[in-house]
């Protein structure tokens, strides 16, 4: 098939572009012609609150991407649809994530199936944000009237899908492995390249932070009596999305500074096996979620996981095989962390990861697109 791909790519940075160059890769593999409409503004720097959305990383070989969609001008949108209009492909596929995107992605779609042979698939992350904002809705149902089928990443999103639609073809298909991020390397090599002590155990809280994501309710657990008991350290590694003064102040409130370790920065593709093949435990303190992409790089380096009962992280972390899933407390986090480390616990987790990893398949995510499309 003739496929497009519409989303972000290189030189975008971050968990959408990582995944959506990868399906792509997925797609040759199988002998399709891919191409990737990447944005060429994909938020205005108002709305932007990370460092940097660009990449310092080489390009991906093998890909073609084409920099043109502007995600706040709507002649650009008519025009880039046109485009595609005339290009006939078989499928377009976009990633649907923030409502935010609705009217660029929903006009591009409407002009490029005007040519009445383009199908549309998209594959939500969630349809549903996180932080809600006036217009949400509006944006969401604008969107999904041109799409054909949905690919829903856990059960939470297939569910709140049928809060918009109820007649069109949805399947679910859990998030695949982030294995273009290397393999994992050697403890002691991981902790040499970060320059940590052999001495203690070590918690990941990795991605962007912000509210929702717990780690105020993570770093109370750290200060937990049962957990000073031990030698752990939690290692932070990733940007603030927002202020980041009340945590460095609880981090002081709670005599935490020489237990808990910050990388505040966005973590290159090539640094992040080093991250996780140090990591003793990642921890997802979320309040609320969909699915998680940082799930899929903890199995990917076959490092177990604490996460919330919240959203579909249950369904991809099943609670005693390849983590523990637990309330979004404190109490419930710090408990779950000292059990991981009694007794055999931690290497039957790891046996167990390595077990489950093996239904996240990148064949399976395309095979799941292809059959929902000939449906």
């Given amino acids: 098939m003739k496929i497009i791909i519409l989303g972000s790519a ?8 990582t995944y959506n160059e990868r399906l792509s890769k997925a797609f040759q593999d199988e002998g399709h012609d891919v191409t990737i409409y990447n944005f060429s503004l994909q938020y205005p720097s108002i ?6 959305q660009y990449s310092t990383e080489g390009a991906p070989n093998d890909l073609k991407i084409i920099t043109k969609v502007n995600s706040i001008n709507p ?4 025009a880039v649809g046109n485009e595609i ?14 409502p935010f995107m609705g009217p660029c992605f929903g006009t591009i779609l409407r002009r490029a199936k005007k040519n009445k042979h383009t199908k549309v698939i998209s594959i939500l992350d969630n349809i549903i944000p996180h932080e809600k904002r006036i217009g949400d ?16 990443m856990s059960e939470k999103v297939k569910d709140d ?3 918009f639609d109820t007649t069109k073809p949805s399947v679910l298909q859990p998030h695949p492995l982030y294995d273009n991020f290397g393999e994992q390397v050697s403890r002691e090599e991981a902790l040499k390249e970060l320059n940590l002590s052999p001495d203690f155990r070590y918690l990941l809280f990795f991605g962007f932070i912000r509210k929702y994501k717990g780690l105020d309710i993570l770093l109370d657990a750290m200060a937990d009596d049962k957990i000073k008991a031990l030698p752990i350290k939690l290692l932070v590694a990733g940007e603030f999305y927002e202020d980041e003064k009340p945590y460095l102040e609880q981090i002081e409130k709670l005599k935490l500074e020489k237990r808990v370790l910050l990388i505040k920065d966005f973590i290159s593709n090539e640094r992040v096996k080093y991250f996780f093949s140090a990591a003793d435990l990642v921890v997802q303190p979320y309040r609320h979620a969909t699915q998680s992409g940082v799930t899929q790089v ?40 000292v059990k991981t480390f009694q007794s055999d616990n931690l290497s039957n987790l790891i046996s167990g990861v ?13 095979d799941s697109i292809t059959s929902l499309l000939k449906n």
């Fill in 10 to 17: 290189y030189p975008l940075r971050g968990g959408l572009a």
């Fill in 47 to 52: 709305l932007f609150p990370g460092k940097s």
């Fill in 75 to 78: 002649l650009n949108w008519y």
């Fill in 85 to 98: 209009k005339n290009l006939k492909p078989d499928l377009i596929i976009v990633k649907y994530w923030l």
């Fill in 137 to 152: 809705k509006a944006f969401t149902k604008y969107f999904i009237k041109p799409i054909d089928g949905f690919v829903s």
């Fill in 161 to 163: 899908l049928k809060q």
């Fill in 298 to 337: 903890a199995y990917q380096f076959n490092v177990p996981m604490i996460v919330t009962d919240v959203g579909g992280l249950a369904e991809i972390v099943p609670d005693g095989k390849a983590g523990y899933v637990v309330p979004p407390t404190s109490n419930d986090i710090a408990n779950a962390i």
């Fill in 354 to 366: 390595i077990e489950e990893k093996k239904r996240f398949s990148w064949r399976a995510m395309v």
